[in-house]
């Protein structure tokens, strides 16, 4: 009976994917069909989308559309941004209060076949928003913004705001560990999954700095022995950097199968060393993990240092960044939050889906107050010169909103977030109006992303008023 069901479920979808109207661009009805399945959170139905309109990895695809229902709680198309007959940029506005911009790119439209679709989340719209009139209340209304969320979405965590150098708000909420009823503080280390992207990535431009590694060249100009030759010859620094060098994930089958034992960087790469590249580089952005495993591992090459003593000396301790580090997850560290994720009976650790420790591309910890000091050290030059920093937060051809292990954000700012399991992390810096935000949270994205979302959209318009005391 079961599967009768599905196979009608299935045979409804199929007859729903019609032509398109003729109002509509071909794009637009292959989103609007994609976002009725996504809505639907049936995963039979998502998988007949991506059968039909992928190019492969439906897998893939399912599960991470499903992934992001549980996150949104689905999604509606609030306004369409840009539209021809292969590309779309529309403003998305999620179930659950946060906002999106989602981007569909045809590579046919007869057969329409999906090339590309992507999104991020992005400020709410200033109409939707009573901006702050000064520093005072900006910190008053975030306040008042926590402590009114409740159920699923309460916000654990901590969060910093500073304006001009001098903090305006750094408070916490929630709990670090339940078991021993310790509370989140502002010093609080927090998992910052993905952001350690960013020291990577000035790891890096250091040593470009320095004369010692050059962006456009490929990696076997310092990798000679990497496993796949091919591989290596190909794909260039600046490509690991922005995601477009086709070097894949390495969450797989495979490296849960070896998760506790996949330690080092070089271990990773034992792992996925011989795996091909996914695309043409430079032809294609995909956000790769991997990648950054592998600019991690190049570090150590270059200087002889493992990678964590190199970004200690050269990143965390010029910035004055004594909280920051990743260390295996086995340790014993007062002060470190424990992550919980939703379980089927509530909220429960994230333990089982931890790497054995924090690496090159993710799963260090770190605190508010760090964090704010590495945005002050960048800004200032003192671990990058402007002319690389400009550069490494500047967007691509083929993704205007990412640099180089930056997110590029709206006049001018740049940033980075992290999310898995449990852990939800999100900094913008906003050199135009003078302003750092740092969200972390030990609970399931987005709930860090959508608080500086938040903060976002009702920073004062006028800085005129703006520096009055918290």
């Not at 032509?19 to 976002?35: G, K, N, Y």
């Not at 107050?369 to 402007?386: C, I, V």
């Amino acid at each position: 009976m079961k599967r009768g069901i599905a196979l009608l479920s299935l045979l409804l979808f199929a007859a729903a994917l019609a032509a398109a109207p003729a109002s509509e661009t071909p794009v637009l009805h292959i989103f609007r069909q994609w976002l009725d399945a996504f809505n639907s959170g049936d995963a039979a139905r998502i998988s007949a989308f991506w059968q039909k309109y992928g190019k492969g990895g439906t897998e893939d695809r399912v599960s991470g559309d499903f992934r992001l229902r549980q996150m949104t709680g689905g999604m509606t198309i609030d306004k369409v941004l840009e539209e021809t007959d292969t590309h779309l940029v529309a403003r998305m506005k999620e179930n659950r209060g946060a906002w999106s911009e989602s981007t569909m790119d045809l590579a046919a439209t007869n057969p329409p076949v999906v090339a590309a679709l992507m999104g991020h989340p992005i400020p709410p719209p200033e109409s939707s928003a009573n901006p702050a009139v000064s520093d005072r209340d900006l910190a008053a209304q975030v306040r008042d913004h926590v402590k009114a969320l409740t159920g699923p979405d309460e916000f654990s965590g901590a969060v910093l705001i500073a304006h001009n150098g001098r903090i305006v708000l750094a408070e916490a909420w929630g709990v670090a560990d339940v078991a021993s009823h310790t509370g989140n503080t502002p010093d609080t280390q927090f998992c910052i999954g993905s952001m350690n992207k960013m020291f990577t990535a000035v790891a890096i431009l250091q040593l470009a700095q320095q004369g010692k590694l050059t962006l456009d060249k490929p990696i076997v100009t310092w990798w000679p022995d990497y496993p796949n030759k091919d591989f290596a010859a190909r794909v260039t620094i600046r490509e690991l950097l922005n995601h477009t060098g086709g070097t894949g994930d390495i969450f797989t089958p495979d490296y849960e199968a070896h998760r506790q034992e996949t330690r080092t960087l070089a271990d990773y790469v034992r792992l996925f060393g011989n795996r091909p590249l996914a695309f043409q580089p430079g032809t294609r952005w995909e956000y790769s993990n991997y990648g950054f495993i592998l600019l991690g591992r190049i570090v150590e090459l270059v200087t002889g240092e493992p990678y964590e003593a190199y970004i200690r000396e050269h990143i965390y301790l010029p910035a004055g960044m004594l909280h920051t580090i990743a260390r295996p997850e086995t340790d014993r560290v007062d002060g470190r939050a424990i992550g919980y994720t939703h379980g089927p009976d509530g909220l429960v650790p994230n333990t089982n889906t931890l790497p054995w420790s924090g690496t090159s591309a993710g799963g260090g910890y770190s605190t508010v107050h760090d964090l704010f000091l590495f945005a002050l050290a960048l800004q200032s030059g003192k671990l990058l010169s402007t002319e690389f920093l400009t550069e490494a937060t500047r967007g691509s051809a083929l993704r205007n909103d990412y640099g180089m292990g930056f997110y590029v954000l709206p006049d001018g700012g740049y940033g980075h977030g992290g999310g898995g399991p449990g852990i939800n992390a999100e900094m913008h810096i906003l050199p135009h109006g003078g302003y750092v935000l740092v969200a972390l949270a030990n609970r399931d994205p987005r709930m860090a992303t959508n608080i500086v979302d938040f903060i976002t959209s009702i920073l004062p318009r006028s800085t005129t008023s703006a520096g009055e005391s918290a």
